[in-house]
Structures are given as structure tokens and as C-alpha cells.
């Protein structure tokens, strides 16, 4: 049991270049969820999705997109990347409702914009 | 609306001497509540979490906090701290929806003198 798994780690691109963020998840569950991190401002919300192909717009929706094709996967996209968008980015994802939010997080993707 | 304040964007300790790390909350729901800890390039994890059953919450590695409705607080609290503390910590709310959405506080940076 994995848990919440992020690919890549790490990743430097080109202002302009696109790429592909990937969660997986082996815990069954229903919700996901991509955050950014930035410095002194905590994690926010980016998009977030409950269920299979269903997804939905965070507090910072700009720039990026989504898909939740398979359940197991959550695949944040950036078309034209921008420095803005530098920051460490986490999935998390949580089981249906049960009364609490507790959410589990994957470890993170560091990702510079030049 | 929710959301979260965390009235110290750092606090240090000398190892053994108490923690108090503050937390104030918004929210037109009854809330969960939660902390979260990251350490140095690690991603989050699960401090301990309010939803309603006790108001004074116990976590892992001798943490806990108390909810106080009246004060709209949700303090983490450690007797005794230890390098190992050495973090940050994020307080976090949660509406208690289907949705499971969370809010995050800004974080405090926890530095452990020796």
C-alpha cells in the first residue's frame, strides 16, 4: 500500500513549455485534490475532483487543467507554463464522506519555471 | 466562509521547554480542525484532528490541542519539546461538507534550539 504517490519530484521547465503532473492513489478513494505551495501563504487549492471524470475549480484555477479518467488517477496539467507558477505542488485525496475531511497527502513535486 | 490564522509565522524553542503554537479559525459551520506538520522537504502529515467528539484533541509525538469554541481557537500545544519538532506546522479547517474541502493557515515555522 503506497498510499498517495506524486511523479515527477522534481522539474525544471521553460516558460512556455507544457507538462504533466501525476497523483495515483491506492487507497480507493473518492475525492482528490492538487494544491500549490508557496512561501508564507500555506497550501491552496488548485482543482479538485469527486469521482471519476469529475472535476472541479479551487480557490487558484488559472492556468492549469485537469483530468480524473481512472479513479486512481488525478493528472494536473500546465499548457504554457509561467514562472507564477513556480511552487511545490500536492495531491491528496480523502474517502468518501465520513464525517471528517482528513485528507492524505503525496510527498510533492518541486517544480521551477525559468 | 472559512478560514484560518495562525498568529506566529515562526516560533523557537529550547529543547525541553513547552510548545504553544496559535491558531484562530472563521467558519459559519461546525468545523473540523486539524494540524498538519511538514518537515524539510517531506510532505504533510497528519498532527491530530477536531470533530467534535472531545474538545481536547490528542495527537501523535505527545502533541495536542483544545478547541474552544468561544475563543474560535484551536492551539497545539507540547510539553516538551524535542529536536525532532523541528518543522512547520500548518493549522488547518474543514466544513465537514461532502466536499471535503480544507483551508489552510499560512503555517508556523517551529525552530528547536539544543
Known amino acids: 500500500n503506497a498510499g498517495v504517490t506524486q511523479t515527477p519530484k522534481f522539474r525544471v521547465l521553460k516558460t512556455g513549455q507544457s507538462m504533466t503532473l501525476l497523483c495515483a492513489q491506492d487507497?480507493?478513494?473518492?475525492?482528490m485534490y492538487w494544491y500549490r505551495q508557496d512561501p508564507g501563504m500555506g497550501l491552496r487549492l488548485i482543482h479538485y475532483s469527486v469521482g471519476e471524470g469529475t472535476t472541479a475549480k479551487g480557490e487558484v484555477p488559472d492556468g492549469y487543467n485537469v483530468s480524473r479518467l481512472k479513479k486512481q488517477n488525478f493528472l494536473l496539467g500546465l499548457e504554457s507554463a509561467a514562472p507564477s507558477q513556480t511552487s511545490v505542488y500536492f495531491c491528496a485525496s480523502r474517502p468518501p464522506a465520513s464525517g471528517t475531511d482528513t485528507q492524505y497527502f503525496g510527498p510533492g513535486t518541486r517544480l521551477t519555471v525559468l | 466562509a472559512q478560514s484560518v490564522t495562525q498568529l506566529d509565522s515562526h516560533v523557537s524553542v529550547s529543547e525541553g521547554t513547552p510548545v504553544l503554537l496559535r491558531c484562530n479559525y472563521s467558519s459559519s459551520y461546525s468545523p473540523s480542525l486539524f494540524w498538519y506538520v511538514q518537515h524539510p522537504n517531506k510532505g504533510l502529515q497528519l498532527l491530530l484532528k477536531?470533530?467534535?467528539?472531545?474538545?481536547l484533541v490528542k495527537g501523535i509525538n505527545g502533541f495536542e490541542a483544545e478547541f474552544k469554541k468561544s475563543e474560535t481557537s484551536f492551539h497545539l500545544t507540547k510539553p516538551s519539546a524535542h529536536m525532532s519538532d523541528a518543522a512547520e506546522y500548518f493549522c488547518?479547517?474543514?466544513?465537514?461538507?461532502?466536499?471535503?474541502?480544507?483551508?489552510f493557515g499560512r503555517g508556523t515555522q517551529l525552530t528547536v534550539w539544543p
Open positions: 477536531y470533530t467534535s467528539a472531545a474538545t
Open positions: 488547518v479547517v474543514g466544513r465537514g461538507s461532502t466536499l471535503g474541502r480544507l483551508y
Open positions: 487507497m480507493n478513494h473518492e475525492y
